[in-house]
C-alpha cells in the first residue's frame, strides 16, 4: 500500500492572506498527521487564530498525543487564550501506522468525505461545534482501517460557499464520487481530485472566491512500492516581488 496526500488551497479574493492553516507531521510510532484549521473571519486576523490551534495541535501530536486529546487540548488553548470569544473550525487526519488505521477527528460544520468504491461513500456530518468558543467542546473521532481504494475528503467552507454569490451550488459529494471513479485507476488519485474540487469551486465563484478554501486529501492506493524512498511536492506561488 502507498499513502497519497494532495491539498489545495487559495485565499478569499482580494484578501492578502488565507485565514486556513494545514500543518503535517510524523507520528512518533509511525504515519503521519495533517491539520487543517480554518480561522474565524478571514485575512490576517483569521491566519492568527488558526495559526495558534494548528501548531498547538501539531506541538501535541508530536509528542505522542492521541488525536481525541489533541482536539480538545487546542480547543481549552484557544478557549483560553482568546478568552472564548473567538473560534475555529479543526480537523487532523492520521495515518496510524502503530494501529494500521486511519483516524479522523471532526470539530467543523463541513462534511468528511470517505470514499471506498465508485458508489461506496459516506458522509461524516454529525453537526460538531468549533474550537474555541464552548467550554466542554470535544471532537467527533472515527478510526477507520487502512484499506487499498479509501480516499477522505476534508475541506473548509469556501467549499460549501462556492457559487452562493452566484446563485449556484457545489454538490461536493457527487463531485467527488465522479472523480473517484475517473481516477481510481490512476497510479496517482489524490492530486487529481484535490484539485478537481478547488478547480470547480473557483468556476462557480467565477475565479474569485468568496472565502477561503483549502482542500486536503489522504488516499490509500495499492501502487506498487519501489524501494523505501519518500517523496514530498510543494507548489507555492510566489507574487511578482516589488521594485523600487
Known amino acids: 500500500m502507498q499513502i497519497q496526500v494532495a491539498v489545495a488551497k487559495v485565499s478569499k479574493y482580494a484578501s492578502s492572506e488565507s485565514g486556513d492553516t494545514l ?23 483569521a491566519k492568527a487564530i ?9 506541538s501535541l501530536l508530536a509528542e505522542g498525543i492521541r488525536d481525541g486529546a489533541v482536539a480538545r487540548a487546542a480547543h481549552d488553548y484557544l478557549y483560553t487564550q482568546r478568552k472564548g470569544k473567538v473560534s475555529a473550525t479543526l480537523n487532523i487526519v492520521s495515518v496510524d501506522m502503530e494501529t494500521k ?23 461524516l456530518d454529525t453537526p460538531t461545534e468549533p474550537v474555541g468558543v464552548y467550554r466542554y467542546t470535544k471532537p467527533e473521532i472515527h478510526e477507520l482501517p487502512l484499506q487499498v481504494g479509501m480516499v477522505i475528503v476534508v ?15 457545489l454538490n461536493a459529494p457527487a463531485l467527488i464520487s465522479d472523480l473517484y471513479g475517473q481516477y ?5 488519485i489524490a492530486r487529481p481530485i ?3 474540487l478547488l478547480n470547480e469551486a473557483l468556476r462557480l465563484d467565477e475565479g ?7 482542500v486536503l486529501v489522504v488516499a490509500v492506493a495499492g501502487a506498487e512500492i519501489k524501494g523505501e524512498v519518500r517523496y514530498l511536492q510543494v507548489y507555492l506561488p510566489i507574487p511578482p516581488l516589488w521594485r523600487p
Open 184 to 188: 481510481a485507476d490512476c497510479e496517482d
Open 208 to 214: 474569485r472566491p468568496a472565502d477561503d478554501i483549502s
Open 50 to 58: 488558526s495559526t495558534l490551534v494548528a501548531h498547538k495541535a501539531i
Open 155 to 169: 475541506y473548509t467552507d469556501g467549499i460549501l460557499s462556492a457559487g452562493e454569490r452566484t446563485g449556484k451550488t
Open 101 to 123: 488505521t486511519l483516524v479522523i477527528s471532526r470539530n467543523s460544520h463541513c462534511p468528511v468525505i470517505v470514499q471506498t468504491g465508485p458508489e461506496e461513500q459516506v458522509l
Open 23 to 45: 500543518e503535517m507531521i510524523e507520528r512518533p510510532h509511525g504515519g503521519l498527521s495533517l491539520v487543517l484549521v480554518d480561522g474565524q473571519r478571514s485575512g490576517r486576523s
Open 194 to 196: 484535490a484539485d478537481g
